[in-house]
């Protein structure tokens, strides 16, 4: 039944999102008791110029 | 007042989306009580790779 | 497949929920060609004090 | 960096909360590349009268 | 027209709130060019056992 | 903590959002008590056919 949206930056692989959305999905399962069946897990995917952390937009910080 | 999210796959006509938010807004009218005029409805939409049901993403289900 | 998520404000009846997401449903089914099915749709309520309009917390306007 | 948004019904426990949130953020880690340190995991619980499913209420079915 | 969604603990003053939404809703004004009237600010609060960071929810952290 | 959600129409340029996010980001270390470090602020930009008020598309209204 659960809906799980994950907000990230783009630029994962195919695999990756293959990979992730079974992992989360079988956590699901797992820990909280949920059934896979109904379950749906959606990857919003956002610019480096579209997040903000501390402030400071992605698109300007050194570190990424 | 309400604010109402739909997240589903790309690929709709702009004259389903325009029949859709219509729709959706008379059902918060009618049933919901809410005033149309400040009634948003916003359309997330997702490509196949990023939406997973069941743990399998949509790029690999053969049944869509 | 769709999720479609409703803000809005508490208060309404368990028979207008009932009415309302099923009205919801069907515009998803009639107008965007969604099947009915592994179709989610979530109510999250607010308090008035959580909501504001044009910087107007819903719990200090006068025409609610 | 990513939010990672849990939409499910009420009832779950402390520990099964602590189990999920920590398994939903090392599959992220293993398998999105992301960074634990920024990264945060919400969840939203709905009452079964908040939750529809091929439009019916969730405080309407049998199966559950 | 924007919707701004806040996600952040319970425990904010009514005082708080008011504050918070007028400037949020400020600063979507001054930069961003939005018009105040169709802009909604909602707040969505969690307990402290529905959020985690790092894998580790907020209820089991030392510096909260 | 917290994570702010701007849902708002596409067209804004890098430095209204450079602007907008760190605005967004002050009014909530000053008014809600947060601490930036850990605080994300994502946009999420629509197409005028993807956001309806008062159940007319955007792209059909004449006043925008």
Do not use: C
Request: proline fraction near 2%.
């Amino acid at each position: 039944m659960p809906f799980i949206e994950i907000h990230m930056f783009e630029g994962r692989t195919l695999e990756q999102k293959r990979a992730l959305t079974k992992a989360v999905t079988e956590a699901m399962v797992e820990h909280a008791g949920a059934k896979a069946e109904g379950l749906h897990v959606a990857i919003s995917e956002y610019a480096l110029e579209n997040w903000a952390r501390a402030g400071v937009l992605s698109v300007d910080r050194k570190d990424l």
